[in-house]
């Protein structure tokens, strides 16, 4: 039931990604959220989904240029982690890493296979205009509709593969050989470099003085709060 | 010949699926034929008539998906008047491919690489700081900015045909475009400090001192081309391996 | 200098805006092609896209100054919507040591043209175009953004031979 969810949830979201809409809610930030709705877990789906936002900032689609398959790549991550995390008691930093490592890939997979799509695409072109020269423009319109399948198809069966992957590996790594490692830095460290893959997606002549001000400002005030919260306890 | 109000809300509904058959030879042609087709079935009664037309229409198209918007409203502008006799059947397909480049170059450069980014952004340090309303809350205002656009963009390129270029050029978007970025930037450096105090508060304060460290000289090795994907696992190890040898470090001292 | 003329059917657009202009540091870009230099609404929609600091000429082919451009201190990209453009160009005075590097980005699918990549298609006379300015000395490379991998003109001789013709 979980993974037919994540499959529905995956495959529309490869439509409105693309064929449809584009309302950002594809996007990580928003999939991950809704992934995590989903399985019973919200704040485990947005625990994965802000960082995730970050890191594919730049993943944008300009003109026939492709980006990786965020979209793809993030249901399959979000799934796996909330899943994993039902066993060890909600997604914690270790159970987000694990499953980042696992399911990541899937967003160039998934890029690939959009690849494949636009060649097949050709094929209804083609069809659209057979169906015109009989004499039935509704119809040969019409067609354009059936290009939404395949990337639905394709999303709804690879995120649930990657997103069952990092749910049966994940709780034995982290009860198993992964148990003496402090891997909740390795979540930290993935979520300090989205920020910086963030800035990178702003190209802007000032961005980057302005990133690394309000990196150091904001580094600055925490470490005063932290000091003086430190001080009175 | 006019498109009745209804038929271009049924275009502009229509125009929402541009992208769901992108094929690598016509792009966006069965998208862009798909959205006009109704208008076209009431501009052209005789079959013969709106076969031709769609397949005028069939041909090469791509824009972004938004500013595409544009683009069709006003080649409707110019179906009404081939439709009445007025323009020769060839104007609407060369207004398209006049405009479709440029008008898809404002698209990327604003909603693509400005304002969604800067949105994504802001609800990711939203997400962070107080959880999934602030989520809720960044897509809608995006939203209500997205299709105000893309709607109005719409009408004004079937009233205005060619007029549709001032009126965008009015927006100064380019202009919004850099300042949203450099806004956007300013939230991702804070997001950084703000995994300085998550990471502290979570996982011990050498966890947030490392997402720092990552966000600060992550961004020069991706500036410098690192790749982004394996960046991600170079940095998980580096952190991984960074805790491991404070924690051996703080043992044995 | 120009560090790069490039190929693409759509001229001015998001690739060349938001990728090659900001790599390859350019402060400005001329736009080749008759058509366009010819039409004022595609000059006034030219200039919409682009960024307050980056200007912006439509001329013709013949009137393109390619030692000139070349003897500028700072970097000009050149814009042509078709090969055969840029067949013109080099009769008209454009060599490699004015400009070596050259892309062909987006060139549409039409009639007896058959695909190289996934965004350009090219005849047997625009491969021969191709084929030969690589022989001249033209760096020759297909791709639409820098993050692409390029191919060259072996590869793109190899894949026309290999795609079934259309």
């Known amino acids: 039931m979980s993974y037919l969810l994540v499959a529905i949830l995956a495959g529309l979201a490869a439509i409105e990604r693309k064929g449809f809409l584009q309302a950002m809610l594809a996007r990580p930030v928003a999939l991950a959220t809704l992934i995590g709705l989903a399985l019973g877990d919200v704040g485990g789906g947005v625990l994965v989904g802000a960082p995730l936002e970050l890191f594919w900032l730049g993943a944008v689609n300009l003109g026939a240029a492709l980006p990786v398959h965020e979209a793809l790549g993030t249901a399959a991550i979000a799934g796996g982690a909330v899943l994993a995390g039902r066993a060890l008691g909600g997604v914690t930093p270790e159970v987000a890493v694990l499953s980042l490592l696992i399911a990541a890939p899937l967003a160039d997979a998934g890029r690939r296979a959009e690849r494949l799509t636009e060649v097949l695409n050709e094929k209804l072109a083609a069809r659209a205009e057979e169906r015109l020269s009989r004499g039935d423009p509704a119809g040969a319109a019409r067609v354009n509709l059936l290009g939404l399948f395949a990337p639905f198809a394709i999303s709804a069966v690879l995120a649930p593969i990657g997103a069952a992957l990092a749910a049966e590996a994940v709780p034995r790594l982290v009860l198993g050989p992964f148990a003496a490692l402090p891997l909740a830095t390795g979540w930290f460290a993935f979520s300090g470099l989205a920020c910086a893959s963030g800035a990178k997606a702003m190209r802007a002549p000032r961005a980057r003085v302005v990133y690394y001000a309000a990196l150091v400002a904001g580094a600055a005030a925490v470490v005063t709060v932290m000091w003086r919260v430190g001080v009175r306890a | ?253 | 200098m120009i560090p790069l003329v490039r190929i693409d059917n759509r001229l001015l657009h998001g690739q060349i805006l938001e990728t090659w202009a900001p790599r390859l540091g350019v402060r400005e870009v001329v736009v080749a092609d008759d058509a366009a230099a010819s039409s004022p609404l595609a000059k006034a929609a030219m200039t919409l896209a682009l960024p307050p600091d980056l200007p912006a000429r439509v001329v013709r082919v013949d009137e393109v100054d390619w030692a000139g451009l070349a003897a500028r201190k700072e970097p000009v990209l050149v814009l042509l919507r078709e090969v055969a453009s840029f067949a013109r160009a080099i009769a008209g005075g454009l060599t490699p040591a004015l400009a070596r590097r050259v892309n062909l980005g987006n060139v549409h699918y039409a009639q007896g043209r058959r695909p190289v990549t996934p965004s350009v298609f090219l005849s047997k006379e625009e491969l021969d175009v191709v084929v030969a300015a690589a022989a001249d000395g033209f760096e020759v490379e297909a791709r639409a953004v820098p993050s692409d991998d390029p191919a060259g003109p072996a590869a793109l001789l190899a894949r026309y031979n290999a795609a079934a013709g259309g």
Request: charged content about 15%; overall charge positive.
């Open chain 2, 1 to 253: 010949m006019t498109v009745p109000t209804r038929t271009l809300l049924r275009v502009f509904w229509r125009s929402l699926f541009l992208q769901a058959a992108w094929n690598r030879r016509g792009m966006q042609n069965l998208g862009f034929a798909y959205a006009i087709d109704p208008a076209l079935a009431a501009l052209y009664p005789e079959p013969e008539r709106r076969r031709e037309a769609l397949a005028r229409h069939l041909g090469f198209f791509n824009c972004h998906p938004y500013t595409a918007a544009a683009i069709l409203g006003g080649t409707i502008y110019h179906e009404e008047r081939v439709a009445r006799g007025e323009e020769p059947a060839g104007n609407p397909v060369l207004y398209k491919s006049t405009l479709q480049g440029p008008l898809a170059a404002i698209g990327d450069g604003f909603f693509w690489t400005a304002l969604r980014p800067f949105f994504g952004a802001l609800a990711a340090l939203g997400a962070l700081a107080v959880g999934w309303p602030a989520v809720v809350i960044t897509l809608a205002i995006y939203n209500l900015v997205h299709l105000a656009l893309r709607y109005g963009l719409f009408r004004d390129g079937y009233r205005k045909g060619d007029g549709i270029v001032a009126d965008v050029a009015r927006l100064a978007l380019p202009v919004f475009a850099d300042r949203l970025r450099v806004a956007g930037a300013f939230v991702c450096g804070l997001t950084a400090a703000l995994l300085l105090w998550r990471g502290a508060l979570q996982a011990g304060f050498l966890s947030g001192a490392v997402a720092l460290a990552a966000a600060a000289f992550g961004y020069l090795a991706l500036l410098g081309g690192a790749r982004l994907l394996p960046a991600a696992y170079v940095i998980v190890v580096a952190g991984v391996g960074a805790a491991l040898f404070a924690a051996r470090w703080h043992g044995s001292s």
